[in-house]
């Protein structure tokens, strides 16, 4: 049983990892939005084609998303990636140190 311990707490850690990692890419995408930069650009090309996916879906999904000029999207997608790195992520290191 150790080794499915050893195994859920490294897949907590890289999981939590590239939660964190796509955090700090929203909110790099967030900022870009207000300077308008050049659109192509390759590093701002990787950001818009690595977060549209979710921000579309998150805008399409919820009606607030976008009121009045402002996109709520990248907030609401930081509160659902926050929500995921305090319950998954802390979820399957519990359960690892229980099977210990």
């Known amino acids: ?3 499915l311990s050893n195994f859920l ?14 955090t700090y890419v929203i909110i ?9 930069p050049d659109p192509y650009n390759p590093i701002v090309r990787f950001l818009y084609n690595i977060t549209e996916p ?8 919820v009606p607030f998303a976008y009121v009045g000029g402002l996109d709520f999207s990248p907030l609401i997608v930081l509160l659902g990636l926050y929500f995921l790195r305090a319950f998954l992520v802390r979820s399957l290191q519990d359960f690892a140190l229980m099977l210990r």
Request: without cysteine; aromatic residues 12%; hydrophobic residues 65%.
């Open 1 to 3: 049983m150790f080794l």
């Open 9 to 22: 707490i490294a897949a907590a850690s890289v999981l939590g990892l590239l939660i964190t990692l796509y």
């Open 28 to 36: 790099a995408r967030a900022i870009l939005s207000w300077v308008s």
């Open 54 to 61: 979710v921000l579309y879906r998150v805008r399409r999904t």
